[in-house]
Nanobody, 120 residues
Framework: VQLQASGGGLVQAGGSLRLSCAAS????????LGWFRQAPGKEREFVAA???????YYATSVKGRFTITVDDAKNTVFLQMNSLKAEDTAVYYC???????????????WGQGTLVTVSS
């Protein structure tokens, strides 16, 4: 299984971006996809996740600004990011889990990152 993330770029504070993560296939044990991010000099942190059935889970820092959705037929998850802030600047990674969305150690399959830069 491969995960292909795309959609990063440079945007001004207050702007929007939409990230995509396409899974080459969905294994029987796969439960959902999540987004994580890592800013320079910081630990990787959880952003949002969604199950193939549409259940969602968000980090407090992005709730109300980011929306995660799934295109079940295309095995693709989208992260719509609105009202972006400078502190959202990071490399964003998507990951697949076969366990609960909130069990962060369960994200074992990772895609390459896509860089999001928010200028203030």
């Amino acid at each position: 299984v491969q995960l292909q993330a795309s959609g990063g770029g440079l945007v001004q504070a207050g702007g929007s971006l939409r990230l995509s993560c396409a899974a080459s296939e969905r294994t029987f044990s796969s439960y959902g996809l999540g987004w994580f991010r890592q800013a320079p000099g910081k630990e990787r942190e959880f952003v949002a996740a969604i199950s193939w059935g549409g259940f969602t889970y968000y980090a407090t820092s992005v709730k109300g600004r980011f929306t995660i959705t799934v295109d079940d037929a295309k095995n693709t998850v989208f992260l719509q990011m609105n009202s972006l802030k400078a502190e959202d600047t990071a490399v964003y990674y998507c990951s697949m889990t076969s366990q609960g969305l909130g069990y962060l150690q369960g994200y074992e399959l990772w895609g390459q990152g896509t860089l999001v830069t928010v200028s203030s």
